[in-house]
């Protein structure tokens, strides 16, 4: 299954909102993860069954969609969330990502 | 608190072995599926290997199939990746972590870096 992430890149300034996209190459139900990476850090889990947040995860932070189109949304943008996001397909094996979106100060 | 703490990473010929470990701590390691994912330099995040609880199911990327092999110990908390036939491509920071298809957490460790080059 391929994931395509859009935009590439997000550039955004604190306080705005953020609008990620994800689109399947065929239908994937809920199974849908997010996940949020800094440089030089391991992915952290947003998102999981493309709608709820996980564990320790601000209200900021939603996930929508089902079935192949996704969409991971910030609501209003903190300095500490500017980093690359990927999506990432549980639905069947092999597990695979998306190519990510960067989101990066304006 | 759990942690996952990967080692054996660092520089190999093409053609070399290596062997990853990750030990684990802080929840139950043998209810958790496993899997290794890699990350190149610059580039995105790939899936490369699961394991099952008692390890009697294993999966591989196409990529490295036939060359790499998953395998855990739970009396040891120990996930390992043994790695042979290396090429110049597989050259990424290599992450163990939890998994789980409908999970409201999971744990990864910090990684560990794989260069293969001559």
């Known amino acids: 299954i391929v994931l395509t992430q859009s935009p590439a890149t997000l550039s955004l300034s604190p306080g705005e909102r953020a609008t990620l996209s994800c689109r399947a190459s065929?239908?994937?139900?809920?199974?849908l993860i997010w996940y949020q990476q800094k440089p030089g850090l391991a992915p952290r889990l947003l998102i999981y069954?493309?709608?709820n947040r996980a564990t320790g995860i601000p209200a900021r932070f939603s996930g929508s969609g089902s079935g192949t189109d996704f969409t991971l949304t910030i609501s209003s943008l903190e300095p500490e969330d500017f980093a690359i996001y990927y999506c990432?397909?549980?639905?069947?094996?092999?597990?695979?990502f998306g190519g990510g979106t960067k989101v990066e100060y304006k | 608190e759990v942690q996952l703490v990967e080692s054996g990473g660092g520089l190999v010929q093409p053609g070399g072995s290596l062997r990853l470990s990750c030990a684990a701590s802080g929840f139950t390691f043998s209810s958790s599926w496993m899997v290794w994912v890699r990350q190149g330099p610059g580039k995105g995040l790939v899936w490369v290997s699961r394991?099952?609880?008692?390890?009697?199911?294993?999966g591989y990327a196409d990529s490295v199939k036939g060359r790499f092999t998953i395998s855990r110990d739970n009396a040891k908390n120990t996930l390992y990746l043994q790695m042979n036939s290396l090429r110049v491509e597989d050259t990424a920071v290599y992450y163990c972590a939890t998994y789980c298809q409908v999970c409201p957490s999971d744990y990864w460790g910090q990684g560990t870096l794989v260069t293969v080059s001559s």
């Open positions: 394991i099952s609880t008692d390890g009697s199911a294993t």
């Open positions: 065929q239908s994937l139900s809920n199974h």
């Open positions: 069954d493309a709608s």
């Open positions: 990432q397909q549980r639905s069947s094996w092999p597990l695979t």
